[in-house]
């Protein structure tokens, strides 16, 4: 491209994108799909899949005529594609027309990233990394989605949509609630998310009933053609509860009778169905050791009842039962020597740390540690812990922290290859909402768990980069702007939510604000703040090593927890996770930990400020109402970080009783200002900003 | 005192500090009088007044033997005093009682400010500047104070207490009003304070009526053996409204005959009533303009009537008939002809600018403007426009800023010497709160009003210096940091409300927070804030240069004029008062006005910040109640800070079209949000913190 072509081009751009005023984040990532009226051929039969392919492509690929062709090849598994670039035209090759479609909108990614001649006279093959890639909704019948921040479920909140009426990319359906399934699965398709289990894991038997499967049924025969296949999680006490059973005994043969009948009724519905979700013996939830049995007795009942139609039990990781007194260590405790006891479809669905989906955790121990069992990830998209939708927080880098470690300490990538279900789990974001994720900055997380989910190699700076160019343009003069907030905002949380391994010091129910002072008398000791941060007056931290501590850190292998078990050698990230530090303990900044606690909240706040301030400077570069829209979450990301930074220092300094170091700013709401918030919202809900405000 | 003793004191001091925690600001700057039991002697008969003397003496003096005795001297005013030490025992002289009292409490605040040995073996006599030093009260007959922010009125809220039970210092009384009458008196005293007029100058008719000035002559009882006359603001349409009278007018003999036996009837219950003050044909209040009448003739006429008792008028120059397009010229321009038509027991009152109490004004024209006529200043103690009692603001800067003004270009020490009334007035600003005033700091502003009024050649420091000492102690380690906070407080509240020059760009009706957007259609231009500020595309400010503008720099002397009217003279602090000056133009500092805008408001959202942590350094110095007290009012100043900074940059830079300046903190509200606050707050409120949270 000559200069001049340059010039004009970005003139154009940049006019064309003050002009405008209605990106409300309701197109998500196709926001600049325009009419480009590609020539499409197809060479094997067209099928619904294929057609999305065509269609995506030619309303808005901007190069030479696509070529899409089903075929096989050495080394290439069913949703890999290749593509082949010579002389300005396209060729789309997979054993697939899902491998197609993925194909198809690889093309028009790399197209809006890097521009259509990018890949000119190239040959490249794309296979995803995991083969099951998917959303957890936990969405209820009742149409409410827990630690859900964009309104109410896309399932259940409404009347199924005919799934006749689908056609490919069909969004010119009259019907607003297919028009939302519709780009739900296009978006999904387009990063490679190919399953989506539909409700809650704290699951209804309900789900099971006859009335619910036929919903189920309409949903999968709306997402099918875009490769999506959809997951039920299920209620361990299903049997008693829906159908009167004496028990729901995972060695009772009449409930082994019940699943599989339920089974094979599922899947004389849904041939493609994906299988079960279980949360069983966790917060409350029933599972096999209510009977006395084992997690593995569970799942391999459940497992033998799905495995005749090639379906899959997820069985989540996520228990906490009390018996040790440090509860990271309990998931560790309760599955590792069930190592080698599992079905071959059954996969251990293990958070990312060993905790809850803190800001920042080191990765769970679980990973690595059963080497006969298949694992899978559960990452969370949705930010329960991270300021709900509204703080702008980019979970790319997280989440390419967490895959960096397992890769390194728990030997993800072997192990991963070793199994038959390759699996990865993001808790979805996703609700009825214009925008969907409640604010469109949110969307990216959705994008980079897909993203992620296909290539876990993929940098956070590529994804980023990736998703900035489809939301505002790769020629827009703002794009590094947004792609440098996106990549610092994350840090930036950390810093003024729970800096230095600070954990679980969230409001207690709701999770959105600081409640670092939290101690219900009778309550559980583990759903007490205190009971993680252990501040007094010689220092602050959970003393996890084995030295002293919970010892914790010998469920690692020795490379992490060696150097974490060492409190000279424990990165300070970490630090307060593993170690009990003196309120003088030098940090390895040299600052004492007291400063250094003051100086990260202090940063996070001002990090969260030069954020804003960056945004600000797009005005004008962007669409309007998508800088309005940001801009007023970003205001309340900042008083929310002085909140934060506020209750924090004033609540620890009781204990440290030292000055709040001079580079801080001094707390301007005092601790009995902040210890009277209390903020009447339900775990379904994301507190606006004048509810903040009428608090603080 | 040796290095022993004094470290002995510190301890013991510092000790003390921290025990306490019931400094609640009742006992206003008496907190540390403590029981002393000292000697002291009246050489002549003991009055009333000399027992006040005597009992704070012995109270609160550590030193030797103190006399008291009344005597002339050549060179004394009826209220100087002199006081010598000699071998440790101390002899205070002065023409009156009075005199003898304000030499007591001059010895207390030596002793407190400087240590009681500081003045060994001198001699010295303090004569005031001003003979008639008085507070001006803003106080409604059904109990509201108008601008008033600490509580309600302490006169007109409760029934007059029994005159016959006050005995000098007589704290001990049960009756709580007394005892608050009886500070309030003793307050004054101490500083100087000899007048005080105890209504609203929005007065109702009902002032004048038997029934109330029965209540008046009871205050004034209480009230003399401090020194302290009674003054009563009046309504000049009393005849009428009170007696039936056919009208106010001035000139009619009935009217004049009406005021005159009022006089009478008031003298005669109160032999040393002060006089009336009066607000005339400004605000809707009535005046002698209703009835084709001048200023002089009402003035006159009043005066007239009072002149056979020795009382005296104050007519308020605050007016502004629309006559000319600059309201700030308006007060001159009505009164600059009547220059030697007033009776010589008139006194002019105009506030210090020629707006209205703005956090800083140029000097009113309208000082030494009418050599043959008496003026007064007219200052405002209450913080109106200065964050009512939420902000902490010490005056004492802005007063000594003004004073020096008008004694460098308005010749007003000499005009002061050639009056036989010389007068001084704040508009006080006590409530019936425990404090007084709202906050302990802003009793400061009392304080400092008073001394003012006794020597304007004190600096702030000295006083700030003096009422430190007195509130927590000269030897107290956070005695500096405190006086410090007081003298960059003021400076502070500027930059963040209204640096530059910019004036009255409040909320309008409280006159709270910022609301520089204000243009309610149909109503006066003088009224909208957009008439001060007037900014365009091209700049912003009120051009009032004789080249340019309205003109009003030609009513200064051209010492100030002629600075002003060059906007490359004109101090950037008065800026935009003086000039439309384009956003790029350079200030006095190298940056451009824009930038400077931007500077100013982070600098006083910093300096706020930064008198917080100067407080929060004196914790566990300092009583804890008084600590906590004002850090949560501080904490409220803050969060205040940057509503102003958020809404006057948002604001201007719709105009300016420039960007927020790098070193400046991007707003976190917008403008539509800041547009959207509406405090529902009448005129005698100080919004609470509640409040304020739940609007922004």
Redesign the interface.
């Given at each position: 491209m000559t200069n001049k072509h340059l010039l004009a081009l970005l003139t154009l751009s940049a006019f064309a994108a003050i002009a405008h005023a209605d990106n409300d984040g309701s197109k998500l990532w196709f926001v600049n799909n325009t009419k480009a009226n590609a020539k499409v051929v197809v060479k094997t039969k067209a099928t619904s899949t294929t057609d999305i392919a065509v269609n995506e492509l030619r309303d808005a690929w901007h190069g030479g005529q696509v070529t899409l062709e089903r075929k096989s090849a050495k080394g290439l598994t069913r949703e890999s594609f290749t593509v082949s670039q010579k002389g300005g035209n396209v060729t789309i090759t997979s054993p697939s027309d899902a491998g197609l479609m993925y194909g198809a909108y690889h093309l028009l990614r790399l197209e809006q990233t890097l521009g259509k001649d990018a890949y000119r006279d190239t040959l490249f093959t794309e296979t995803p990394e995991h083969n099951i890639r998917m959303l957890n909704h936990w969405d209820n019948l009742n149409g409410t989605v827990e630690r859900g921040y964009a309104g109410r479920s896309i399932f259940w909140n409404k009347p199924v949509p005919d799934a006749s009426a689908v056609k490919g990319k069909n969004l010119s359906t009259s019907d607003s609630q297919l028009s939302t399934l519709t780009l739900y699965a296009r978006a999904n398709a387009s990063v490679g998310i190919n399953g989506t289990v539909l409700n809650n894991v704290n699951a209804s038997p309900k789900m099971l009933s006859d009335s619910v499967l036929t919903m189920v049924k309409q949903y999968a025969d709306i997402l099918r053609p875009y490769n999506i296949k959809v997951y039920l999680a299920v209620n361990f006490s299903s049997p008693a509860v829906l159908d009167g059973l004496k028990t729901s005994d995972p060695l009772d043969k009449d409930v082994q009778k019940w699943w599989a009948a339920k089974a094979k009724k599922i899947y004389s519905m849904i041939p493609d169905f994906g299988g079960f979700l279980v949360k069983a013996n966790s917060e409350g939830q029933p599972g096999p050791m209510d009977f006395g049995r084992t997690h593995a007795d569970g799942a391999n009942m459940l497992a033998k009842a799905l495995k005749p139609f090639g379906g899959i039990v997820m069985w989540r990781a996520f228990v906490y039962s009390p018996s040790d007194p440090d509860r990271a260590k309990q998931a560790y405790i309760e599955f590792k020597d069930l190592d080698g006891k599992f079905m071959d479809n059954v996969i251990i669905q293990i958070k990312n740390g060993p905790i809850d989906f803190q800001p920042r955790e080191p990765y769970s121990p679980l990973f690595g540690a059963m080497p006969e069992t298949q694992e899978m990830a559960e990452l969370q998209i949705t930010q329960e812990y991270l300021g709900h939708s509204n703080h702008i927080c980019f979970l790319g880098t997280m989440w390419e922290e967490f895959l960096n470690d397992i890769k390194k300490y728990a030997n993800y990538t072997n192990n991963l290859r070793g199994y038959k279900y390759r699996a990865i789990a993001g808790v979805a974001n996703v609700g009825d909402d214009a925008n969907f994720c409640g604010n469109t900055m949110a969307q990216s997380n959705w994008y980079a768990f897909g993203r992620l989910a296909w290539n876990s190699n993929l940098t956070s700076k590529e994804i980023a980069r990736e998703w900035v160019a489809q939301e505002i343009g790769k020629d827009n003069k703002s794009a590094r702007t947004l792609e440098n907030i996106l990549l610092m905002s994350r840090e930036t949380v950390v810093d003024y939510m729970m800096p230095l391994g600070f954990h679980h010091i969230f409001a207690e129910g709701h999770h959105y604000g600081p409640q670092p002072w939290q101690n219900n008398p009778g309550q559980r000791a583990d759903w007490q703040c205190v009971y993680y941060h252990r501040a007094d007056a010689k220092g602050v931290g959970f003393d996890r090593t084995v030295k002293a501590g919970s010892g914790a850190t010998a469920q690692y292998p020795a490379s992490f927890g060696n150097m974490v078990e060492n409190i000279n050698t424990c990165p300070d990230k970490y630090l307060l996770w593993f170690h009990h530090a003196d309120w003088n303990h030098k940090c390895q900044t040299g600052r004492t930990l007291w400063n250094e606690m003051c100086y990260r909240y202090q940063n996070g706040l001002n990090g969260a400020?030069q954020m804003?301030?960056m945004w600000?400077?797009t005005e004008g570069n962007i669409d309007s109402r998508l800088f309005?829209d940001i801009?007023?979450k970003?205001?309340i990301q900042?008083?929310d970080a002085e909140w934060w930074k506020d209750a924090c220092l004033n609540y620890f300094q009781t204990f440290s009783k030292q000055?709040?170091s001079?580079t801080t700013?001094?707390?301007?709401?005092?601790l009995n200002?902040v210890k009277k918030i209390r903020l009447g919202i339900s775990n379904y809900e994301n507190p606006s900003?004048k509810l903040l405000?009428?608090?603080?």
């Open positions: 400020r804003l301030r600000n400077s309005n801009q007023e970003m205001h900042v008083r000055p709040i001079d700013e001094p707390p301007v709401h005092s200002e900003a405000n009428s608090k603080r």
